[in-house]
């Protein structure tokens, strides 16, 4: 099934804001999508897309992957949302010793929102030591700024945690769970004919196709918490429709309703922006949301032109996966997209 609402999305490849998008839409259990268009490259040849073409989710990643981590070991006991940085890792200087999990996943925790880590790092290793090297910008739950910086460090504190390389956590907490078919940081070679090329690389002299477009993660060898995994619109569907069923899929719990309730507390109250843990709650008039979403509707986006929103008051959720860094990332039309396409959607589906 289809809706009028995707002419925005197919209009916005025509005009070669992206050379290719994914559009999927579930309303009260009634899946529209997933639709295509464009194709994988700008480039005289470059396959068309096709309903599970695989997209660099960029930082759809940590609400998929470290987000959903992270709830699943507060509903163990294992993380406590108040422990604070220097008492989850080594070598924590005493100016970060104080930030709580909670302010990382909040995105309050003072640290910047991004720096050049992989100018800086030598290896992997050196990626949390350089992180924790860099000035404070702000007294820690003061204000919100989105920091990629911070969920790197999440990324690390869930391995201690649990003795498991994030890699594998991701894969047995998230991917098996959810029977996710086509989502995995560094996708294998077999499927890249289906993965959409993004942005020019200097440093590998390449338009990368399945290596990671964030700099930083790919100092992490392309596992990180911020960004790195790759995944489909029907991957992101069964996630998003477990996030709807309660955090069941088939019966089974993979989220117990008592965390689940904790992602409609906005952690951020008077700051400003509205945050829970990991997740965006809506906030009109500048949501990429758009203006009709529920205020307890949670959503992320990805650098690279991807989103997801999710709004269990309306039994909505809508996923965009476009490449719009390709083939350079100045083009800032998914902006303007974003808003207006899911205003198209809620008053196309519920005559708003």
């Given at each position: 099934?289809?809706?009028?609402?995707?002419?925005?999305?197919?209009?916005?490849?025509?005009?070669?804001?992206?050379?290719?998008?994914?559009?999927?839409?579930?309303?009260?259990?009634?899946?529209?999508?997933?639709v295509a268009f464009g194709r994988v490259a700008f480039f005289p040849g470059a396959e068309?897309?096709?309903?599970?073409?695989?997209?660099?989710?960029?930082?759809?990643?940590?609400?998929?992957?470290?987000?959903?981590?992270?709830?699943?070991?507060?509903?163990?006991?294992?993380?406590?949302?108040?422990?604070?940085?220097?008492?989850?890792?080594?070598?924590?200087?005493?100016?970060?010793?104080?930030?709580?999990?909670?302010?990382?996943?909040?995105?309050?925790?003072?640290?910047?929102?991004?720096?050049?880590?992989?100018?800086?790092?030598?290896?992997?290793?050196?990626?949390?030591?350089?992180?924790?090297?860099?000035?404070?910008?702000?007294?820690?739950?003061?204000?919100?700024?989105?920091?990629?910086?911070?969920?790197?460090?999440?990324?690390?504190?869930?391995?201690?945690?649990?003795?498991?390389?994030?890699?594998?956590?991701?894969?047995?907490?998230?991917?098996?769970?959810?029977?996710?078919?086509?989502?995995?940081?560094?996708?294998?070679?077999?499927?890249?004919?289906?993965?959409?090329?993004?942005?020019?690389?200097?440093?590998?002299?390449?338009?990368?196709?399945?290596?990671?477009?964030?700099?930083?993660?790919?100092?992490?060898?392309?596992?990180?918490?911020?960004?790195?995994?790759?995944?489909?619109?029907?991957?992101?569907?069964?996630?998003?429709?477990?996030?709807?069923?309660?955090?069941?899929?088939?019966?089974?719990?993979?989220?117990?309703?008592?965390?689940?309730s904790l992602l409609s507390r906005c952690y951020t109250q008077g700051l400003n922006d509205?945050?829970?843990?990991?997740?965006?709650?809506?906030?009109?008039?500048?949501?990429?949301?758009?203006?009709?979403?529920?205020?307890?509707?949670?959503?992320?986006?990805?650098?690279?032109?991807?989103?997801?929103?999710?709004?269990?008051?309306?039994?909505?959720?809508?996923?965009?996966?476009?490449?719009?860094?390709?083939?350079?990332?100045?083009?800032?039309?998914?902006?303007?997209?974003?808003?207006?396409?899911?205003?198209?959607?809620?008053?196309?589906?519920?005559?708003?």
């Amino acid at each position: 099934m289809s809706l009028k609402s995707f002419q925005l999305v197919e209009e916005f490849v025509q005009k070669r804001n992206a050379s290719a998008a994914v559009a999927l839409v579930s309303h009260r259990g009634l899946q529209y999508g997933p639709v295509a268009f464009g194709r994988v490259a700008f480039f005289p040849g470059a396959e068309p897309v096709s309903p599970d073409t695989i997209f660099d989710l960029a930082s759809l990643t940590k609400v998929l992957g470290a987000t959903t981590i992270a709830l699943r070991l507060l509903g163990e006991g294992v993380l406590d949302l108040d422990a604070e940085l220097g008492e989850l890792l080594d070598g924590v200087p005493e100016d970060k010793a104080r930030i709580t999990a909670a302010q990382l996943l909040s995105h309050t925790s003072g640290l910047p929102a991004w720096a050049p880590i992989y100018e800086l790092a030598a290896g992997p290793e050196q990626v949390v030591p350089e992180i924790l090297k860099q000035p404070m910008e702000y007294e820690p739950g003061t204000q919100v700024v989105y920091s990629c910086l911070g969920f790197i460090l999440l990324g690390r504190i869930l391995e201690r945690l649990t003795g498991t390389p994030l890699q594998d956590l991701v894969l047995e907490r998230v991917i098996k769970p959810l029977d996710l078919q086509d989502t995995a940081y560094n996708p294998p070679e077999a499927v890249l004919p289906r993965v959409v090329y993004t942005e020019w690389c200097p440093r590998r002299k390449q338009f990368l196709r399945g290596i990671v477009h964030d700099e930083n993660a790919q100092a992490l060898n392309g596992v990180s918490a911020n960004a790195g995994l790759f995944s489909t619109a029907s991957d992101l569907a069964k996630f998003a429709q477990m996030i709807l069923d309660g955090g069941r899929v088939n019966g089974h719990a993979v989220l117990s309703k008592q965390v689940l309730s904790l992602l409609s507390r906005c952690y951020t109250q008077g700051l400003n922006d509205r945050r829970t843990l990991g997740w965006m709650l809506h906030n009109p008039p500048d949501s990429s949301g758009g203006r009709l979403l529920s205020p307890s509707a949670i959503g992320h986006t990805g650098f690279t032109g991807t989103s997801l929103w999710i709004d269990p008051e309306k039994e909505l959720f809508v996923i965009l996966l476009t490449n719009r860094v390709h083939p350079v990332r100045t083009n800032d039309a998914i902006i303007r997209l974003r808003p207006a396409f899911h205003d198209a959607v809620v008053k196309e589906l519920l005559q708003v």
